[in-house]
């Protein structure tokens, strides 16, 4: 809290965000209080918003905050992989796992935390970072697709919409307490929908 004026902040800061994040992640957006927000964090109201603004900001602190730490897997496996269908496949396994860790919430923060909002700028926020997500994965493919890895005819764009899709499944379904094991089956059933491996050009 603070003490008086001019004097230090005696939180951790990062520890706070990283309490207001659970918070938002365990009840979205709109349904995530200002006081339950301090009870989490320990600190009142004016050291809140003294130190992240007001809970629109500290919301968007929140998911960059995500995206740097619990999100990252999705963005690792998508950069790492050498194909399209590598990284594909592994996001989706990664997600059974991640989205049913018993040591944060369970699900996507960036999927669920603007269900049923009423801030229209925080369901655009959200819906962006889905979009750029998609955009990503539709990319990979388009790669694959022009290096032959893919069948011609491939459309990137209703593959990647599939994909986003059972990404969004996988986290709804974790948050309804669907079990790793059955969600890994999902991704195995997933994949099964790949079309068939072209031969990279130039290869004979």
Known sequence: MVMGKGRPRT?????????????FWR???????????T?????????????FGDKRRLFAEVVERYQRSYGE???RALAEEPTARAAI???????????????????????????NCGSPDVEAEMRAQREASKAVIRD???????????????????LATFYAATIQ????????GVPR????????????????????????
Do not use: K
């Open 11 to 23: 939180f951790d800061r990062d520890e706070a965000l990283d309490r207001a994040t659970m918070e």
């Open 27 to 37: 009840h979205g957006y709109e349904a995530t209080s200002i006081a339950g927000l």
């Open 39 to 51: 009870g989490a964090m320990g600190i009142n109201p004016p050291s809140l918003y003294a130190a």
């Open 73 to 75: 897997f999705a963005a």
């Open 89 to 115: 496949e592994r996001v989706l396994r990664e997600a059974a796992v991640e989205y049913t860790d018993p040591a944060h919430p369970w699900g996507c923060l960036i999927i669920t935390a603007a269900v």
């Open 140 to 158: 990979r493919i388009a790669a694959d697709l022009d290096a032959g890895h893919l069948p011609t005819g491939t459309d990137p764009d209703a």
């Open 169 to 176: 499944g996988i986290s709804t379904q974790a948050r309804d």
């Open 181 to 204: 094991e059955r969600l890994e089956t999902v991704a195995d059933l997933a994949m099964r929908a790949w079309p068939a491996t072209g031969q990279p050009r130039g290869v004979r």
